[in-house]
């Protein structure tokens, strides 16, 4: 009985422990872009916030609204900005870091269904120490940089109307 019970007392300990790491960051302002219909790709974007004297390191998110959920950011390459995907995104002690358009971002891809305006994405992010966080993100009409008319994707069959 003694045995049981120290390890029920470890795994709570554990488990207590996993859930205040998670807790040190702070998800600010999360939204996800909205796309127009037939589009089957976007992304999400927000601040994370680390509230301890510890990076925080989130190495995966997931998503029910689509197939993939990948972390990427965006390099400037040959002249051109390309979309990368990275192994993870680190948030430095004490610090913040922000997931914007034109740097580094979620990716949904493989939508099930169209997005709605002010419908609200479950997103989870899942950190390197174990633990995870759930936020709703409502989805957004943004543009995206590089994406004004004549410049960027403009001309090559891309309506700026639909990125609004």
Do not use: C, W
């Not at 759930?134 to 004549?150: C, D, L, N, S």
Request: proline share 6%.
């Amino acid at each position: 009985m003694k045995l049981i019970s120290s390890v029920l007392l470890v795994l709570l300990v554990l488990s207590h422990n996993l859930v205040a790491a998670g807790n040190d960051v702070n998800i600010i302002d999360p939204y996800v872009r909205s796309v127009p219909p037939g589009q089957t790709v976007s992304a999400a974007f927000l601040q994370l916030e680390n509230k301890s004297s510890e990076v925080r390191t989130v190495i995966n998110a997931t998503s029910p609204v689509s197939k993939v959920v990948e972390l990427h950011s965006h390099v400037h390459e040959d002249g051109m900005m390309k979309m990368r995907r990275v192994d993870s995104i680190a948030i430095p002690a004490n610090g913040t870091t922000v997931l914007k358009p034109g740097g580094l971002h979620i990716m949904l891809i493989g939508l099930h269904k169209p997005l709605k305006l002010e419908q609200k994405v479950s997103l989870t992010l899942e950190f390197k120490d174990g633990s995870s966080q759930t936020v709703e993100a409502p989805v957004r009409k943004i543009m995206m940089p590089g994406m004004m008319k004549g410049k960027g994707m403009m001309g090559k069959g891309m309506n700026p109307d639909m990125m609004k």
